[in-house]
């Protein structure tokens, strides 16, 4: 059908009707994208990513609600408007409504089971890294960074992607450091599996999150669906006994079959911010300014 102009005019043309009908419909001051019917602009953001978002900012301002089949995403670009979003009390404005759309969509975590233990859950969390214990986490961080390191990194003056290999030895440590060896031993290829299965995963993350739908997200959902059943493996195997994450998962009262969806939101916010950062202040200290101070 999209060989034949004529078709391709008539299906633009009814979505360009269909869109300016629904945005008559909708109460909301955000324009609504013209899009195909149905689909909406499904296919344009899959095709051009944020090329297309851009170009709907240009052509229709700060404010604006692309359709994705029937799933009303609303983009806002205005400064005063982002500074309210952020700064309103929780009594104007609350993330929850997010957060639970992104746990369930990501983490596939019902909303029921995690939400009532959530806070408890990052209480538990918070009050493991206190400052006071960071030295007990370092003792058994740091030979675990040396170890990935000694594997991961060539030697003899080679040149190395700062930002790969970086990100390679963080996440060989944090597994190990939280997970053990039980969950390198629940993949069929060890740690460099789980390793390029997480971030194909990680690399999906944002547009996973949004309302865009996941039957479109092939490569995500098949890295989701590997990682959860290797760390339900693990934890039917072995609970992860004597780790991090086996003490967390215990205390945390989630239903056992919801369990692995935990420990996959606790793998990747081990990643988050951790991997940039650690880049960054590598990055920093290897400036020729600091050369001095390396020896």
Same mark, same amino acid.
């Given at each position: 059908?999209?060989?034949?102009?004529?078709?391709?005019?008539?299906?633009?043309?009814?979505?360009?009707?269909?869109?300016?009908?629904?945005?008559?419909?909708?109460?909301?001051?955000?324009?609504?994208?013209?899009?195909?019917?149905?689909?909406?602009?499904?296919?344009?953001?899959?095709?051009?990513?944020?090329?297309?978002?851009?170009?709907?900012?240009?052509?229709?301002?700060?404010?604006?609600?692309?359709?994705?089949?029937?799933?009303y995403?609303?983009?806002?670009?205005?400064?005063?408007?982002?500074?309210?979003?952020?700064?309103?009390?929780?009594?104007?404005?609350?993330f929850?409504?997010?957060?639970?759309?992104?746990?369930?969509?990501?983490?596939?975590?019902?909303?029921?089971?995690?939400?009532?233990?959530?806070?408890?859950?990052?209480?538990?969390?918070?009050?493991?890294m206190?400052? !006071?214990?960071?030295?007990?986490?370092?003792?058994?961080?740091?030979?675990? *960074?040396? %170890? +990935? $390191?000694? /594997?991961? &990194?060539?030697?003899? !003056?080679a040149?190395?992607?700062?930002?790969?290999?970086?990100?390679?030895? *963080?996440? %060989? +440590? $944090?597994? /190990?450091? &939280?997970?053990?060896?039980?969950?390198?031993?629940?993949?069929?290829?060890?740690?460099?599996?789980?390793?390029?299965?997480?971030?194909?995963?990680?690399?999906?993350?944002?547009?996973?999150?949004?309302?865009?739908?996941?039957?479109?997200?092939?490569?995500?959902?098949?890295?989701?669906?590997?990682?959860?059943?290797?760390?339900?493996?693990?934890?039917?195997?072995?609970g992860?006994?004597?780790?991090?994450?086996?003490?967390?998962?215990?205390?945390?009262?989630?239903?056992?079959?919801?369990?692995?969806?935990?420990?996959?939101?606790?793998?990747?916010?081990?990643?988050?911010?951790?991997?940039?950062?650690?880049?960054?202040?590598?990055?920093?200290?290897?400036?020729?300014?600091?050369?001095?101070?390396?020896d």
């Amino acid at each position: 059908m999209f060989d034949n102009p004529l078709a391709t005019a008539a299906l633009l043309l009814a979505g360009f009707v269909t869109g300016k009908l629904l945005a008559w419909l909708l109460p909301s001051d955000a324009t609504l994208l013209p899009g195909l019917p149905l689909l909406g602009n499904v296919v344009a953001l899959g095709r051009h990513g944020v090329a297309f978002i851009s170009h709907a900012r240009n052509k229709f301002g700060d404010v604006f609600t692309v359709n994705l089949a029937s799933q009303y995403m609303t983009f806002v670009h205005d400064p005063h408007m982002i500074h309210t979003f952020f700064s309103a009390p929780d009594s104007d404005i609350t993330f929850r409504p997010a957060i639970e759309h992104f746990t369930q969509r990501v983490f596939q975590m019902p909303s029921k089971d995690f939400f009532p233990k959530q806070m408890a859950i990052i209480a538990d969390m918070r009050s493991s890294m206190a400052p !006071g214990a960071l030295h007990v986490h370092a003792a058994s961080l740091a030979p675990a *960074v040396l %170890r +990935a $390191a000694d /594997e991961l &990194l060539p030697t003899g !003056g080679a040149h190395v992607d700062l930002v790969s290999a970086v990100r390679s030895v *963080v996440f %060989r +440590a $944090a597994v /190990e450091t &939280l997970f053990g060896q039980q969950l390198l031993d629940a993949v069929p290829g060890g740690a460099p599996q789980l390793e390029a299965t997480f971030f194909v995963f990680e690399s999906g993350f944002e547009l996973a999150a949004s309302p865009f739908p996941h039957a479109l997200q092939p490569a995500f959902t098949r890295a989701r669906a590997d990682l959860l059943r290797w760390l339900d493996t693990a934890r039917r195997t072995c609970g992860f006994e004597n780790t991090h994450a086996g003490g967390w998962m215990k205390r945390s009262g989630m239903r056992p079959e919801n369990l692995p969806n935990m420990l996959l939101s606790l793998l990747w916010a081990s990643q988050a911010n951790t991997s940039p950062g650690a880049f960054w202040v590598l990055g920093f200290l290897l400036l020729p300014s600091h050369l001095q101070h390396s020896d």
